[in-house]
């Protein structure tokens, strides 16, 4: 990340540009994401922060990072574990990866992470008002939980993925 992007107030994550994510349909093609597992209690993920950094430091440690912000989702596997994908530029020798293909939809929510369930509900309901399939949610953090402190905002992009 250039530090020209930095948010001034945390020296962290920039502003958060909601109007790039919301309500617009990404198309990927074997986007490199490294991948590791997170604890959640009922559904709520825990210790995501450290689990993001360690990811970061990986992928930094081999010079693999995106230009700004990188894409930060997570997918549950049941009410206990979840997956965290951080957007690589390149895969990343030693650890877990992942391409990600296909047609997103996207939305913005605000808001605590103990509304997720209502987001999820939410967004399946835009899926299907588009007259798309959907295959699978991710969430997507705009702001690690210090900036999201600091600009006194939390949020969430849901990406969609839906049949082509």
């Known amino acids: ?16 540009e909601r109007l790039r ?3 617009k349909e990404v198309r990927w093609r074997d986007k490199p994401f490294v991948v590791d597992e997170v604890g ?9 922060a450290r689990t993001i950094r ?7 440690a081999v010079n693999a990072q995106v230009s700004g912000q990188p894409i930060v989702l997570s997918a549950e596997k ?21 391409r990600l293909s296909g047609t997103f939809l996207t939305k913005v929510f605000e808001g ?24 699978r949610l991710y969430l997507g953090y ?6 999201a402190r600091a600009y006194g905002a939390s949020y969430v992009v849901l990406f969609a993925k839906v049949r082509d």
Do not use: I, K, N
């Open 78 to 98: 049941s009410a206990w574990r979840a997956h965290v994908f951080l957007e690589a530029g390149r895969d990343v020798p030693g650890a877990t990866m992942a």
């Open 142 to 147: 705009a702001l690690c939980p210090s900036c």
């Open 112 to 135: 605590p992470y103990r509304d997720a369930g209502v987001w999820m509900r939410r967004m399946r309901d835009h899926v299907a008002a588009r007259g798309r399939a959907l295959e």
């Open 1 to 16: 990340m250039r530090s020209a992007e930095l948010s001034a107030t945390t020296a962290c994550c920039p502003p958060f």
């Open 40 to 48: 959640c209690v009922l559904h709520v993920p825990v210790d995501m």
């Open 54 to 60: 360690r990811l970061r430091a990986r992928v930094q």
């Open 21 to 23: 994510w919301d309500e």
